[in-house]
């Protein structure tokens, strides 16, 4: 009993270690913790279990603000909402206790060996980080590297990104955790003081390389949002808001882009473009509008200059913006959203704005690390537009911001980071925020921001290295484990005769 207790001890630490609160020693116990009680269990069944509970107390903690956003909608929709996010908190938690079976089952073929603890173990441990990110929708939050803004860690994210940030961090939990279990072994101090040296060198090599180059200084303007969700769709409410929006763009001097957050145009951008007048705005804005295409409606980034979309949505919110088909039947349980009906489009990964190169996303695509690269790679800046009256008064506003400088740093572009609550912010290639909101309301920001010309080792080859190496470790065990077998199969005989 005492073991779940610490397995539900260490999940409920290690939130803390992300975004608002900052308190990363958490995510190091926390994960210590849970790699002790697995390779101390009794059996493969008490690891799982132990890994089981570890993620549902991770992220029942971790995602308690979920279940706020459903509060203000009726009995029904809590129940239904509340049920799918448990489910979702649920795969999750059964994802982490078949990594824990898997390690535990494996270590007992493999014996007290440090290469298992420091090296095979987090190859399972980050692969549960990459598979979390993509299955069904993908689901990437509180990835461990996302809380490693310390000793300068952020700066290797250029170099391996998100997930070899995840495996990194898993190579010191396991060496720790063989460390503990074998206190008086001179080769786990060895191994130890080895990984901070090489870590030394990696992060001061890192800092020293500039990937991209810059290119022309531009003035940008973030106009504040400060709308939420019950002004979204009223169509006297969309009119006012531009015209706001449109005054405040206006101000001079005015800068060369100006940039309005997602869902600023909250209806269909066909149903009341004649009630608004975009011919005199003084700056290019691009914001975030619903634009009716091919009898669809989608959520995109738009220019008012071209007067049409440059962007559009790719991942969209399933039970937000869409109904996942295996959930078509359930749909009158649901309340009626504004724009709940959006379809996906394809796009090309860049769009031009006075001749600076800008790809965009919107709202949580700004998690979906590997999704950005592509259109990252001939880009000079980032667009990003976010509705987060979804999350007013959460700690996912912090979190998201946070995530943005994750990206920032993997692609070395600047991002232009405009939402309608929470912080706006212009953030540089390197992950400093430049300017950020600093009051609630709706008002301006404007900052100068270098764009960036060229490519990381990140965007050129993603993930495919690391999982290569993490394929080359999984071959390397399997051959140690086929000659134990075929030694100890030899012994018996031996012994036998």
């Not at 990459?130 to 860690?153: E, N």
């Not at 959460?394 to 912080?423: C, F, H, Q, W």
């Not at 912010?425 to 009051?439: R, S």
């Amino acid at each position: 009993m005492i073991n779940y207790l610490l397995a539900i001890f260490a999940g409920l630490i290690t939130p803390f270690a992300f975004a608002p609160f900052n308190y990363v020693v958490t995510v190091f116990i926390g994960h210590i913790i849970l790699f002790w009680l697995i390779f101390n269990s009794k059996d493969n069944k008490q690891a799982f279990k132990f890994g089981l509970v570890f993620g549902l107390s991770e992220y029942l903690l971790g995602f308690y603000w979920m279940f706020s956003i459903v509060e203000d909608y009726d009995i029904n929709y809590q129940i239904v909402m509340s049920i799918i996010i448990l489910g979702i908190i649920t795969i999750i938690a059964l994802l982490l206790g078949l990594s824990s079976y898997i390690v535990k089952r494996l270590s007992n073929c493999s014996g007290n060996y440090i290469f298992y603890y420091a090296l095979f173990a987090p190859s399972i441990f980050t692969l549960y980080e990459w598979i979390k990110s993509w299955l069904f929708t993908g689901l990437p939050w509180y990835a461990v590297s996302d809380s490693l803004d310390i000793f300068g860690l952020y700066s290797l994210l250029s170099i391996v990104g998100y997930l070899g940030l995840c495996f990194i961090f898993y190579i010191f939990v396991g060496i720790f955790t063989y460390l503990i279990k074998n206190a008086k072994s001179k080769k786990a101090y060895l191994v130890l003081v080895s990984y901070f040296l090489f870590l030394y060198f990696a992060v001061s090599f890192a800092k020293t390389i500039n990937w991209t180059t810059d290119i022309k200084k531009i003035d940008l303007r973030i106009i504040t949002g400060n709308f939420d969700l019950s002004q979204k769709s009223n169509h006297y409410e969309v009119i006012n808001r531009f015209n706001k929006y449109k005054a405040l763009s206006n101000i001079q001097p005015t800068p060369d882009i100006t940039i309005w957050p997602e869902s600023t145009i909250s209806i269909d951008y066909q149903n009341i473009k004649n009630d608004i007048d975009t011919s005199n705005l003084n700056t290019k804005v691009f914001s975030g509008v619903y634009y009716q295409e091919k009898d669809s409606s989608k959520n995109t980034l738009f220019s008012f200059d071209k007067d049409q979309p440059v962007y559009y949505k790719e991942h969209l919110i399933p039970f937000g913006e869409y109904t996942p088909w295996w959930f078509t039947l359930l749909r009158p349980l649901l309340p009626k959203f504004n724009m709940d009906n959006l379809t996906a489009s394809s796009n090309n990964d860049i769009f031009t704005i006075n001749n600076i190169k800008a790809f965009g996303s919107i709202c949580f695509e700004i998690l979906f690390s590997t999704e950005l690269l592509d259109r990252s790679k001939d880009a000079n800046i980032h667009i990003h537009i976010s509705d987060l009256g979804w999350f007013d008064n959460t700690i996912a506003i912090d979190y998201l911001l946070n995530i943005a400088r994750m990206r920032a740093i993997e692609t070395s572009k600047p991002i232009i980071y405009s939402v309608n609550k929470g912080n706006s912010a212009f953030i540089d290639h390197k992950g400093n925020i430049l300017k950020q909101q600093i009051k609630q309301g709706t008002y301006l920001i404007d900052q100068a921001v270098i764009p960036q010309q060229g490519k990381t080792f990140y965007i050129k080859y993603k993930n495919i290295p690391l999982l290569g190496i993490i394929v080359f470790l999984f071959i390397i065990f399997a051959l140690f484990y086929y000659l134990g077998e075929k030694n100890k199969l030899g012994e018996k005989n031996k012994n036998n005769h």
